[in-house]
């Protein structure tokens, strides 16, 4: 019996349950190499071994805000935040795309010249994190790149922009950003842009504008992902007709289920996926259920914007860590009502029904919003892979679900690529 065990023991990773009931029966290693990987693979140790990443992190948001360190494991309760690297490890969320945002603002020169600024200043953040955190934490330029940092026990730290706004009407910027190593572009946010409408707001475009289809061209040319989250369905439409790769949606999720503006109908998402494009299931809460305020908070949350405005481009970083303060304090006097896990897992199997195990991956919207109750922050990911082994998906379903669809997006990107620009790093 012991011998057996131990040359068991590197055939797979299996549950005692699973290795009783296969010894009880004929004994034989065939049977057991045979043995559905639901039953015979714990969840934990299926996510510990798969290669993980999320679409979305809008952490870079944080890293010089006060009192926020990556290196100290924070808390949602007591300060909102979802990442930092002790809950990565944690949780085993292994990295993904870093977010260089940019507040919507004033579609004109002198507005451009400061958020430009700004978001050159926000990919200088990722990187300094990186080289601050070197044993831990590594720059990923290609889609080979993910596996070997993993190997090397570090997170994967891609880099994406959330809205195209800071490029202004200069296209040719978007290459600095690609040689600091951005691989990932969203067009928009909340608000319609020189490039695109938004889901969120009246369009201008009816899609894209001229210019933002020649964007689409630009990040075809240089090898970056086009992201069309926060699109209007027209500029989703547009994006998948110009663009010479399948698109992606890098945190979004389906009408199907609970229709809102930015969630994406049903038709649309299928189009995508016959486009080889992936949609990343989101989980911000009021994208995942109607989730109406109390009155006491309605009020609170009215009285803080008469007090800050909401204009975050024109707010310098002491007004901006003072509204944050007060918001915190805010959302623990008035928590705005949670969505649950089960919520989320509901979008994201339905999302998977819909367009299929190859299409679907994860951008749970952390530190931009994301988090139901149940699944606070990153350090509770393993439960997606446990719904997903108990919904009856396989050990290869859900590596594709959490980085083979993204990883293989980005090799149709890199493959389609015509510029022959590299990142520095690269030359090293
Ligand atoms: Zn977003």
């Given at each position: ?9 590197g ?10 009931s ?44 006060d ?71 590594e ?11 993993h ?90 007709e ?71 481009a ?23 009502p ?78 389609a ?7 520095p790093?690269?030359?090293?």
């Open positions: 019996m012991k011998s057996l065990m131990v040359s068991l023991a055939v797979a990773v299996l549950s005692a349950a699973a290795c009783a296969a010894l009880q029966g004929s004994g034989s290693l065939v049977t057991e190499q045979q043995a559905p990987a639901a039953e015979s693979t714990s969840s934990i140790e299926l996510h510990e071994n798969l290669l993980t990443l999320d679409a979305h992190l809008d952490t870079p948001a944080l890293f010089h805000r009192g926020y360190d990556f290196s100290k494991r924070g808390s949602f309760e007591a300060d909102r935040t979802n990442v930092d690297l002790p809950r990565l490890q944690s949780g085993k969320l292994d990295g993904g795309f870093w977010v260089i945002y940019t507040a919507p603002g004033p579609l004109d020169e002198a507005s451009y010249i400061a958020a430009r600024t700004s978001a050159i200043l926000r990919q200088a953040a990722i990187r300094e994190l990186a080289a601050k955190y070197a044993d831990s934490v720059l990923a330029f290609a889609a080979d790149d993910a596996a070997r940092i190997e090397a026990n570090k997170i994967v730290v891609f880099q994406s922009m959330e809205n195209a706004y800071p490029l202004g009407e200069d296209i040719t910027l978007l290459q600095t950003f690609y040689v600091g190593g951005l691989r990932m572009l969203g067009l928009v946010h909340f608000d319609s842009n020189q490039f695109a409408d938004s889901s969120t707001d009246d369009p201008l475009h009816g899609g894209l504008s001229e210019l933002g289809k020649d964007l689409v061209r630009e990040a075809n040319r240089l090898g970056m992902i086009v992201d069309a989250s926060h699109a209007s369905d027209d500029a989703l439409r547009d994006m998948m110009v663009s010479s790769t399948p698109v992606i949606l890098s945190h979004s999720g389906p009408d199907g289920v609970f229709e809102h503006a930015r969630n994406v109908p049903d038709d649309l998402l299928v189009q995508l996926a016959e486009s080889g494009g992936v949609v990343h299931v989101n989980a911000f809460g009021g994208y995942l259920e109607d989730l109406q305020p109390t009155p006491e908070r309605s009020a609170a949350l009215e009285a803080l914007n008469e007090e800050y405005g909401n204009n975050f024109e707010m310098t970083d002491a007004e901006i860590n003072a509204y944050r303060a007060a918001r915190i304090a805010l959302e623990q006097q008035y928590p705005s949670r969505s649950t896990f089960d919520k989320y897992i509901e979008h994201l199997l339905y999302t998977l029904d819909l367009v299929g195990v190859d299409h679907v991956g994860i951008g749970a919207d952390w530190d931009g919003g994301g988090g139901v109750d149940g699944m606070a922050d990153v350090s509770d990911v393993p439960k997606i892979t446990a719904a997903l082994l108990t919904a009856g998906y396989s050990r290869a379903d859900i590596e594709k679900i959490w980085s083979g669809n993204v990883l293989r997006l980005m090799r149709d990107v890199e493959a690529k015509t510029a022959t620009l590299v990142s790093d690269v030359l090293n």
